[in-house]
């Protein structure tokens, strides 16, 4: 096998490679000629990746992965014309999967979204951040998190839960906006903190969500109960998301297409990374991409994610987002491939532990059909995935 991930060559790629995995760690890795032989001679069990290349198992730090329903009727409205702006602006969009969401049970909410986990894992994941912010009201938004818990318990995945409670305005604010923030800052975070089901918060910041200001004021609260920010910064207009997610220390600003320079500059300076979402960008037919030359330039690191969502991205495929990134957003195939693993476990806490074959590591791993690693983002559909581990258990 090679393995791409620690060396010095492009993609940190090492000809004929070995792992040696104990218990859920990696403890070494290098070339197979290197090998120590008490090593090899301790195996409790070889995995030949017979001439494949082995990479760190994929990591999707952005997902919408529980939700109840479908959009499909509102695909087929915005191929008439209407936009994805008007059609949150008359009560559907987000707020058509508030109410299917809050209408579904547990059940349905788990077997559901264990069909699209499924998925994922099978294209080679290992790691994956779930958001809630289709229930919006208190109960609602901490049933979908236990159920993001439920799947990670259940499924051979390591699963990071991020609370999204201003992700819309629900009808039952609309008179109020100000009633709502309130209420996610007294009732919502302290709920999810108190029964540690968030890793993380999150927040919209547009001109169909939440302002600037509202957004501080959720990450304020977040923080005092020992939550790092998330923020879906810039995707639709530029309310200078970017910096407003730098300043907050947030860990990552998300989208991004209408981010600017001064705002690249400023995330930069902070070190919140750059989640860039093409299946978003790709599905409601975007024309202006996220400032990527710009976050090359001043070293923004960047990641990249499904934002698998029945609204704007209804896409379970990281290869297909890897695929989305280079073709739309100008990456590289080796910076979306280190998008969807060292970068993403850096948004998600995980910086080193997760996302790169390194000694100490855990061991995640993903075992790939494929003669060169730029193959990983250049077939559309298929799935080259061998074989995962995950944890140090091959799946
Ligand atoms: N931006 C997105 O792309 C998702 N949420 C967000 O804030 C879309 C959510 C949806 O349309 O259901
Ligand atoms: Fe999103």
Redesign the pocket.
Known sequence: MSAAGSGSEPYGAIANGAVAVTGDRIIWVGPEAELPSDLEGQAGRILDAEGGWVTPGLIDCHT?LV?GGD?ANEFEMRLQGTT?EEI?RGGG??LS?VEATRGASDEVLYETASARLATLIAHGLTTVEIKS??GLDVETELRMLRVAKRLGDEHPVTVSKTL?AA??LPPDFAADRTAYIDLVCSETIPAAAAEGIADAIDA?C?GI?FTPEECERVFTVGADHGLPSRL?AD?LSDLGGAALAARMGARSA??LEYASEAGARAMAEAGTVAVL?PG?FYF?GEEQAPPVAAFREHGVPMAVAT?L?????PIASPLIAMNMACVLFGLTPEEALTGMTRTAAAVLGFADERGVLASGAHADLAVWNVGHPAELSYWIGGNPCLAVVQNGVVR
């Open positions: 919408h939700f959009r994805y949150a969009g987000i999967t912010g289709y999204l992700h819309a919209f547009e969500a879906h995707q998300d989208h979402l978003a409601l934002d969502n029945p609204g704007s991205s």
